[in-house]
């Protein structure tokens, strides 16, 4: 009978060892799971406050719909261009050869 009691303990001692085991294990995955919920609303914060700035967005849109007529007006070629500076030396008078 004593020997039965101590196979009972032993076993009931091995039976909380793994359930205590299960537990750490739970606490763990739950854990991960709190950190990537922290990283999530982080990066939603992040998502948040850049398009809260819809002004600077509204202004990119308008430099953006500038440009092409910007373009157009620039010349095809450095030959095209021609010089945009002007001498200051009397004896040039801003030409060039």
Partial sequence: MEGLAWI????????????LKFV???LRVLKQARR???????????IVDNLAHDEAFAELEL????????????PRSAAAA??????????IGGRFS
């Fill in 24 to 26: 750490f294990l739970v």
């Fill in 82 to 91: 021609g010089p945009r500076v002007s001498s200051s030396s009397p004896g």
């Fill in 36 to 46: 990537l919920a922290q990283m999530s609303r982080d990066a939603a914060r992040g």
């Fill in 8 to 19: 009972g303990l032993v076993v009931s001692w091995l039976l909380l060892v793994v359930l």
């Fill in 63 to 74: 430099l953006a719909r500038q440009l092409p007529q910007a373009v157009q007006g620039l």
